[in-house]
C-alpha cells in the first residue's frame, strides 16, 4: 500500500490534464483534487474530477487502474 502526500481540492486547474479514475480531460480551468502518490520507491501525479473522487472514496477500494473507470455524472 503507498502513501498519500499532497492532497488537495482545486478550483481552477492551471493547465489541462487527464483523469487519473476515467482518462477524460481535466481542462484548464475546471475544479479537480490532484495528489501525489508514493510506492515503493514510484511515484504517480494523480488528478480526479470532482465526480471521479467522489466516486472513488464511495467504492470502499483504496485502489483503482488508471484511466479505466466510467466518469460518473456530475451532480449539481
Excluded at 511515484?43 to 488508471?66: I, K, N, Q, T, W
Amino acid at each position: 500500500m503507498g502513501d498519500t502526500i499532497g492532497f488537495r481540492h482545486v478550483k481552477a486547474a492551471r493547465k489541462a490534464a487527464r483523469c487519473s479514475y476515467c482518462g477524460e480531460a481535466v481542462e484548464k480551468g475546471q475544479p479537480c483534487n490532484t495528489w501525489l502518490w508514493a510506492e515503493r520507491g514510484n511515484a504517480c501525479d494523480c488528478r480526479m474530477h470532482p465526480e471521479c473522487y467522489d466516486a472513488h472514496c464511495d467504492s470502499g477500494d483504496e485502489e483503482f487502474v488508471l484511466y479505466c473507470n466510467e466518469r460518473p455524472s456530475a451532480v449539481v
